[in-house]
């Protein structure tokens, strides 16, 4: 069902948190997975000069970031490719799974409070805008409450 599956990451370990899904769904559907990252360099007002470094420095941390995961995962048994693209992230997701012919978008969001979910607005846009189909990973990283932090505590019980 699915051959070709997109997964925008971003460096951060929420944004990982969908690899051990992705392989799975990639050794059941003997799919290949591109990793794709989105880098923005906005430096304000300077020389092109500067500007043209800026975006070569963010290039390759993008390729070794880029590098490393994708030997990970081909250590895995997965068929992984990369790919290191500048622009706005949403539109550069959506673009790059229409352009590439991607079966699916695979990409992991921040779950907010106890019962709501917010997508993030990366996600909000790609979810709402993507003709191909996506797939959300909920990541809900919980904190204890201490309970020396817990307001009935602090103030005492009636």
């Known amino acids: 069902m699915f051959k070709k599956i997109l997964v925008p990451l971003d460096g951060s370990p929420l944004a990982a948190k969908i690899l051990p899904?992705?392989?799975?769904?990639?050794?059941?559907?003997?799919?290949?997975?591109?990793l794709l990252y989105v880098y923005y360099t906005e430096v304000g007002e300077t020389s092109p000069q500067?500007?043209?470094?800026?975006?070569?420095?963010?290039?390759?941390?993008?390729?070794l970031f880029l590098g490393q995961t994708a030997k990970d995962l081909e250590a895995q048994g997965v068929k992984v490719?990369?790919?290191?693209?500048?622009?706005?992230?949403?539109?550069e997701i959506i673009g790059y799974a229409v352009t590439h012919g991607m079966d699916l978008i695979a990409m992991a969001t921040h779950g907010k409070g106890e019962v709501?979910?917010?997508l993030g607005s990366v996600a909000e846009k790609v979810v709402s805008h993507s003709p191909v189909p996506v797939?959300?990973?909920?990541?809900?990283?919980?904190k204890p409450l201490l309970l020396k932090e817990d307001?009935?505590?602090?103030?005492?019980?009636p």
């Not at 899904?21 to 591109?34: G, P, R, S």
């Not at 490719?81 to 539109?91: D, K, L, N, T, Y």
């Open 21 to 34: 899904q992705v392989v799975d769904l990639a050794k059941t559907h003997d799919a290949e997975l591109t």
């Open 50 to 63: 500067v500007m043209q470094e800026a975006v070569a420095q963010e290039k390759k941390r993008c390729e």
């Open 81 to 91: 490719s990369i790919a290191c693209v500048e622009g706005h992230p949403a539109r």
């Open 116 to 118: 709501a979910w917010v």
């Open 135 to 142: 797939l959300l990973h909920r990541v809900v990283e919980v």
């Open 151 to 157: 307001p009935y505590f602090t103030r005492g019980l």
